[in-house]
């Protein structure tokens, strides 16, 4: 079993929708989690940072994480054809390694 | 405000060479991390330096891999004899400190042939 599970899609909406992107993890000890944003050939882009539990906004992005469920989301609204990209998840326990999901590869359409 | 740089951006070397991959971390970060991203998979944890230390390589294969952070310079990442499963990207990512969040260069993706 993957210390981060993440599903690869694609996934594929409309402009506009509202996107969940999500991964589980079976690793109690981690406590930092982060979502990177990845365009093809491109360096992974950081989106989101939190610790521990609860949720984190920042503009159309909203990161929850859910401790007790080891399950942590990225929810992206009114989507652009500009997020079309690959979208990692990320964790950490001790602040040193980050380990990653595969990536989820979002497509929205005009 | 420079971001983490990499170069080369694209490398191609024939079985039995040397790679060097290097990284200059942004501004005022001097924690460096090196991670491996495999066509269809995800990032791949190497190693971690800080300034002339090595952190954790506990990612790093060992044997042809090494990596160095010197007082002056970039952080170099080294690999001696390439073989075609060495083909990938490699990013390095820098932060502030162990507890911050990393931040992540271009990439060189490395060709063996």
């Known amino acids: 079993q993957k210390e981060v599970e993440q599903d690869p899609g694609p996934l594929s909406v409309p402009e506009g929708a509202i996107v969940s992107l999500n991964c589980t993890y079976s690793?109690?000890?981690?406590?930092?989690f982060m979502w990177y944003r990845q365009y093809s050939r491109k360096g992974p882009e950081l989106l989101m940072y939190t610790y521990s539990s609860g949720n984190k906004e920042d503009g159309r992005f909203t990161a929850q994480v859910d401790k007790s469920s080891k399950y942590i989301s990225l929810f992206i609204r009114d989507s652009q054809p500009s997020d079309s990209a690959t979208y990692l998840c990320a964790m950490s326990s001790n602040t040193d390694k980050l380990i990653f999901g595969t990536g989820t590869r979002l497509q929205v359409f005009p | 405000n420079a971001g983490v740089m990499q170069n080369p951006r694209h490398l191609v070397r024939r079985r039995g060479q040397e790679a060097r991959l290097r990284c200059s971390p942004m501004?005022?970060?001097?924690?460096v991390y090196w991670y491996r991203q495999l066509p269809e998979e995800g990032l791949k944890f190497m190693v971690y330096l800080q300034k002339e230390n090595i952190i954790d390589e506990s990612g790093m294969p060992k044997e042809r891999f090494s990596a160095e952070f010197p007082k002056e310079g970039p952080s170099i990442l080294r690999i001696q004899q390439v073989v075609r499963g060495d083909s990938a990207a490699y990013f390095c990512a820098s932060s502030s400190s162990p507890a911050y969040e990393q931040y992540f260069g271009p990439g060189t993706r490395l060709t063996v042939t």
């Open positions: 501004k005022g970060h001097s924690h």
């Open positions: 690793n109690s000890a981690f406590q930092y």
